[in-house]
Every structure is written in structure tokens, then in C-alpha cells.
């Protein structure tokens, strides 16, 4: 990559799905049509926020975030 940085480095920080996104995000344009390479990412991510609602993600962390800010303020 013209960064310097490689892809998997940061890839292999995050889940599958997100991984995958960021890898087609990263590559866009260079390795195969970008407007598909986008639509691959596209699908990744409609893929984790389907998994995350299912599992209640987005619930339990907004839940967690307002137990931590309650007691830092008290």
C-alpha cells in the first residue's frame, strides 16, 4: 500500500466481517473495480450490524457506557 502500512496489520485488530470491510475499503480501486470493491464492504458491514442487533450489541454497550459514566461522576 502506498501507506507503508500493511492491510493486515490492521485487520487483524477487528472481527471477520469488519476485517473484510476495511480490507475492501483499503484496496478500493487498486486490485479490482472500486464501485465493487465498496459494494464487498458494504455488505460486510450491513453483515456485523445484523449480528450486532441480534446479539443486542448496540443496547448493551450504550448501557455499559452510562454505568461507567455514573460512576466516574460520583
Do not use: M, Q
Request: glycine share 6%; aromatic share 10%; net charge positive.
Amino acid at each position: 500500500h502506498p501507506s507503508g502500512v500493511e492491510c493486515i496489520t490492521v485487520t487483524e485488530h477487528f472481527n471477520f466481517c469488519l476485517g473484510n470491510a476495511i480490507k475492501y475499503i483499503w484496496r478500493c480501486g487498486e486490485k479490482n473495480d472500486a464501485i465493487e470493491d465498496l459494494k464487498k464492504a458494504r455488505w460486510y458491514i450491513d453483515r456485523e450490524i445484523s449480528r450486532r442487533e441480534k446479539a443486542g450489541y448496540a443496547a448493551d454497550k450504550s448501557k455499559a457506557r452510562r454505568r461507567r459514566g455514573a460512576r466516574s461522576s460520583a
